[in-house]
């Protein structure tokens, strides 16, 4: 199946550079040509599709990351002025997408458990086990069930002061009302807190918001999660039963995220993304997005710039 490679620049980059790129994309074979109509722009940014219709996939990926590896060596750009995707057309030119987020770090910009864990005075060290959890250095389960438990005794107050601080990445209302505005669905599922996801989904009206669900007794924090939890296996799971629910393929599924919990969702879908993250991630993504811009991913997929 065809595929295009799509250019995205980091917000701001010089039009001047962005066409050097591609100009050096043409001298190393990537593309034939550079010519200006196929450069759009999204709000300020740059965007080049370039369809490719003898090209196989996997050869494409290789390509194209290699591509990006060296114009860092060289010294021409950084991994945060450009993403590089190889989109299929199954992606491009499917009647509905589902696009499935993870939430903590990557739909929205902070670490709930972190903001939680700072009220009973344990950030410094639930910070840590969480980054030893997203690098997949711990069992995800395992860790949580150990931050869980520091923030028994919290009195469940705690829930709505924390929800009022939470910051959405940039663009992830953006790219929601894009997704919806061309017919497609948005999912989250977190390994987060279904307490703090559930005002947050109905904000952003998304079509699915899964997460974990904290224990509260008597109006206080218990130090448990109830239920199953929201694991890197589970979030796989949520992918392949609403993309059956709604009939969509899994060909025209994206999965984005930031973390090792991440990895087998990235991995089922037919577009993964590591949004910023961390390397047992992005080594394994089909794009590499190290700019803090989550509606970059509609760029990439939607047909719907001018």
């Known amino acids: 199946m065809a595929s295009s490679l799509v250019f995205v620049s980091r917000p701001s980059l010089p039009r001047e550079q962005f066409l050097s790129l591609l100009e050096q994309a043409v001298a190393e074979d990537l593309i034939s040509e550079v010519n200006e109509k196929l450069i759009n722009i999204s709000e300020d940014r740059l965007v080049a599709k370039i369809h490719l219709s003898a090209a196989e996939r996997g050869e494409l990926q290789q390509a194209s990351s290699a591509f990006i590896d060296n114009q860092v060596a060289a010294g021409n750009m950084s991994y945060s002025d450009v993403c ?6 199954e992606i491009s030119e499917a009647g509905q997408l589902l696009l499935l987020m993870d939430v903590d770090s990557t739909l929205i910009k902070q670490e709930v458990i972190e903001l939680l864990a700072a009220h009973a005075g344990r950030e410094k060290e639930v910070a840590e086990v969480t980054e030893a959890a ?7 389960a395992q860790s949580l069930v150990q931050r869980v438990a ?16 939470i910051i959405l990445s940039d663009g992830a209302a953006s790219l929601v009302r894009r997704f919806h505005a ?13 307490q703090i996801l559930d005002p947050l989904a109905e904000t952003l009206n998304l079509d699915h918001a899964l997460a974990n669900t904290l ?3 008597d109006g206080v924090l218990d130090g448990t999660v109830h239920g199953d939890i929201v694991d890197r296996a589970m979030k796989e799971t949520k992918l392949r039963q609403w993309s059956e629910e709604h009939r969509i393929p899994l060909s025209a599924t994206i999965a984005a995220g930031d973390g090792a919990n991440d990895l087998a969702m990235v991995a089922a879908a037919s577009l993964g993304i590591a949004f910023n993250a961390k390397p047992a991630l992005r080594d394994q993504a089909d794009v590499r997005l190290d700019f803090s811009r989550l509606d970059v991913i509609a760029d990439l997929v939607l047909n719907d710039l001018s």
């Open 215 to 217: 224990g509260i007794t």
């Open 84 to 89: 590089l995707a190889v989109v299929p057309d």
């Open 134 to 140: 997203m690098r997949g250095e711990l069992d995800f």
């Open 182 to 194: 061309a017919g497609h669905k948005v999912a989250v599922v977190s390994g987060g807190f279904q």
């Open 150 to 165: 520091t923030l028994k005794g919290l009195p469940d107050s705690v829930l709505q002061e924390v929800g009022q601080r």
